[in-house]
């Protein structure tokens, strides 16, 4: 099992499929995620793949997946 610690290079991140929304207009302006072997889920900037990644465990994703569907987060767009 790979460990991927914040900061490490996208590049360094073996063996994970990256995921981005279907709303991307496929021009480097997305958030794209990926499920890392541990259960972890790693995070990167579409416009940057090579660039740094967070990591954050799944119970961290799942809270925050929640607060955006429930609207929590709508200021940041207005």
């Not at 991140?13 to 890392?36: F, I, M, P, T």
């Not at 990167?44 to 609207?71: I, M, Q």
Request: include cysteine.
């Amino acid at each position: 099992m790979q460990r991927v610690e914040n900061g490490v290079s996208a590049g360094e991140v073996q063996e994970v499929r990256w995921y981005k929304s279907r709303d991307s207009g496929g021009n480097g302006n997305c958030v794209e995620l990926a499920r890392l072997s541990g259960g972890d889920v790693a995070v990167r900037n579409s416009r940057f793949p090579e660039g740094p990644v967070l990591v954050y465990a799944r119970e961290e994703v799942a809270a925050f997946l929640g607060g955006v569907k429930d609207g929590e987060f709508d200021f940041a767009l207005s």
